[in-house]
C-alpha cells in the first residue's frame, strides 16, 4: 500500500531536511490525514496501516524537532478538507522559523565565544531584544533602526 498526498507532501517536504534547521515557509502549509491510494485493504488492514505510518511519522517528527501534535492534529482533517497552517500555529508545532535545539546550540556557541555565562548571555540577550525588537523584525521604521544600530551602552550585568 502506498499514501500520497499534495497538501501532507508539503510538510514531509518542508520539515525534511534532517538537520535543516532553518525553516522558511513559501507559499502555504496545508496539513491533513494521508490517505491510501488504490487499496482494497481490509479495515483491519487499513488499521495497522494508519498506526505503522503514526508511528513512522511521529518518529521523524522528533528526530527534526517538531511537535508529534503536528501528525495527531492531521489526522483529524480529511484529505479533502485540507487546512492551511497560520505562521502562529506553525511557530507552536515546531515549525517556526529556526529549530529550538538549533537555537540553544547557537546561544551557547555564542556565550562562550564572549567568554560569558549562559545566564549572563540571556540577560545580555534579553536587554538587546528589549533595545532593538526580535531578532527577526528589529524595527518598525529607519529612525527605529539607526537609534538600534548606534552604539549603546548595556547595563551592567554584575558589578
Given at each position: ?88 500555529e506553525m511557530k507552536a508545532l515546531g515549525l517556526g522559523f529556526n529549530d529550538q535545539v538549533w537555537l540553544e546550540y547557537l546561544d551557547n556557541k555564542k556565550a562562550a565565544r564572549a567568554g560569558m555565562t549562559k545566564q549572563d548571555w540571556l540577560a545580555k540577550k ?34
Amino acid at each position: 500500500m502506498s499514501y500520497e498526498g499534495t497538501a501532507n507532501a508539503q510538510v514531509r517536504v518542508y520539515s525534511s531536511t534532517r538537520g535543516g534547521v532553518i525553516r522558511l515557509p513559501y507559499g502555504r502549509v496545508l496539513i491533513h490525514r494521508p490517505y491510501l491510494v488504490g487499496s482494497s485493504a481490509s479495515f483491519e488492514a487499513t488499521q495497522q496501516h494508519f498506526a505503522e505510518i503514526g508511528q513512522k511519522a511521529k518518529s521523524y517528527l522528533r528526530d527534526v524537532n517538531v511537535s508529534e501534535s503536528l501528525f495527531d492534529r492531521m489526522m483529524l482533517i480529511a484529505p479533502e478538507d485540507a487546512v492551511p497552517l497560520t505562521l502562529d500555529e506553525m511557530k507552536a508545532l515546531g515549525l517556526g522559523f529556526n529549530d529550538q535545539v538549533w537555537l540553544e546550540y547557537l546561544d551557547n556557541k555564542k556565550a562562550a565565544r564572549a567568554g560569558m555565562t549562559k545566564q549572563d548571555w540571556l540577560a545580555k540577550k534579553r536587554q538587546t531584544i528589549e533595545i532593538c525588537g526580535d531578532i527577526m523584525g528589529v524595527a518598525d521604521n529607519s529612525e527605529q533602526l539607526r537609534a538600534c544600530q548606534a552604539p549603546r551602552k548595556l547595563t551592567p550585568l554584575r558589578q
